[in-house]
């Protein structure tokens, strides 16, 4: 396992995020696999550096941290791999789970003397003073804390696209009708529903209002390589909140017989990344999860494919774009696995032989991906580094 600089942050920031964190209340946090050698690695980088050649050609002295940074920025300004560091740095303290402990204002110094590199900070510029009152006024400074990545590019997305079966999309309860017959609805609009069993739009008990997600075009994602349907991806196009519960309700009929009519529930829409209409699903809204990505390698080999880029007729991805993939949780995909982007070399005709035979010239590296979202047979990753646009049926392995 390589090693990387910002290992040689953690013996010097521990005591003071630790400390930090206990004036300043529960630090984020979630819980990585740690591996003996990898406990063994970050000790041991820890105490002596890397070697300058891992260093970027353009590594700055001193580095201050300013708002808006991310880990992956600062990463990339001292190392050739920036992606690495987190995958070491943090673990090798067991009291220390989350290693995103970097805040804006702290000055990170880089010291390249005995031909060894290492990063230090200036002492007292560290964290900020933390006071805590009689009155128990308690602030949390990882709000502060940088994070990996840039959090705009991902976190709508974390509740919009939903991987589905069909099966369970065609159970989904669905929009049966508009108030005033509008064909189109968007945000302050209401609007009808109802479900296949009659009970999945109905009252919590505990009164709290319930709110769904509003999907439509359910898209199946081929694997590119078998031509196998992975599942369907559903569009996201708004969200609603349940007014009332939906039922039946005895009346009289023309003829004057008691029948028992379908009373769908009403919804409201209280946000609109499309208009919506009448046959569009609604799923429940997924509590919110806070994560914390440590980018690190796969243990084991992979071999993937970007399956599909994600946007409306949108052909090849950019940086700060999302594709899915044809590997998932059930294949040993994880939140924060790095892939390399690899481009297939083309196929052509030699012109210097008289042959004229076909030749194949070797798949290049494109760029990094990072995932952040898994399912059962399909990933969502972030494209965090390219060189040349990113498009379906592009291959995916391990990093270097």
């Not at 009708?177 to 009659?198: C, F, I, Q």
């Not at 009332?244 to 919804?267: F, L, N, W």
């Not at 994600?310 to 040993?332: C, E, L, P, T, W």
């Not at 042959?355 to 990072?370: F, Q, S, T, V, Y």
């Amino acid at each position: 396992m390589a090693k990387t600089l910002f290992d040689t942050l953690s013996n010097k920031l521990t005591w003071t995020t630790l400390a930090c964190g206990l004036l300043a209340g529960p630090v984020l946090s979630q819980n990585f696999p740690i591996t003996e050698q990898q406990r063994a690695t970050a000790n041991q980088v820890a105490q002596s550096g890397v070697a300058l050649s891992e260093l970027s050609p353009n590594a700055p002295q001193s580095y201050t941290v300013k708002s808006g940074d991310t880990l992956w920025d600062i990463s990339g300004l001292f190392l050739k791999n920036a992606w690495r560091w987190p995958e070491l740095w943090g673990m090798n303290l067991s009291d220390i789970k989350n290693p995103h402990l970097i805040y804006p204002g702290q000055t990170l110094f880089l010291d390249t003397s005995n031909g060894r590199a290492r990063l230090s900070m200036r002492p007292g510029s560290g964290l900020p003073t933390v006071r805590v009152s009689p009155r128990t006024r308690i602030e949390n400074l990882a709000a502060n804390a940088l994070p990996t990545l840039r959090s705009d590019l991902i976190q709508a997305f974390l509740t919009q696209p939903l991987i589905v079966d069909e099966q369970g999309l065609n159970a989904a309860a669905r929009i049966v009708a508009a108030k005033e017959d509008r064909v189109l609805l968007t945000r302050g609009d209401r609007a009808y529903a109802r479900s296949a069993d009659g009970s999945q739009l109905q009252d919590d008990p505990s009164k709290k209002q319930k709110a769904f997600r509003i999907f439509r075009d359910a898209t199946p994602l081929i694997d590119p390589v078998s031509g196998e349907v992975l599942g369907f991806e559903a569009q996201y196009v708004g969200k609603a909140l349940l007014a009332r519960s939906e039922g039946k309700q005895d009346s009289m009929g023309a003829d004057g017989k008691s029948v028992t009519e379908i009373v769908p529930a009403t919804i409201d829409i209280i946000d609109a990344k499309k208009e919506m209409r009448v046959g569009d699903r609604l799923l429940p809204e997924p509590p919110l999860e806070l994560q914390s990505y440590v980018p690190h390698a796969p243990a084991a080999g992979v071999e993937a494919r970007v399956v599909s880029i994600y946007g409306d007729a949108v052909a090849n991805a950019a940086k700060g774009q999302v594709v899915s993939i044809n590997r998932g949780s059930r294949d040993g995909m994880e939140l924060g696995h790095v892939l390399v982007i690899m481009t297939d070399g083309a196929r052509l005709v030699d012109p210097t032989d008289a042959a004229r035979p076909m030749i194949k010239l070797p798949d290049e590296r494109n760029g990094l991906l990072m995932v952040f979202r898994t399912f059962d047979r399909v990933s969502y990753g972030l494209v965090l580094d390219m060189a040349s646009s990113v498009k379906v049926g592009d291959r995916l392995v391990n990093p270097n």
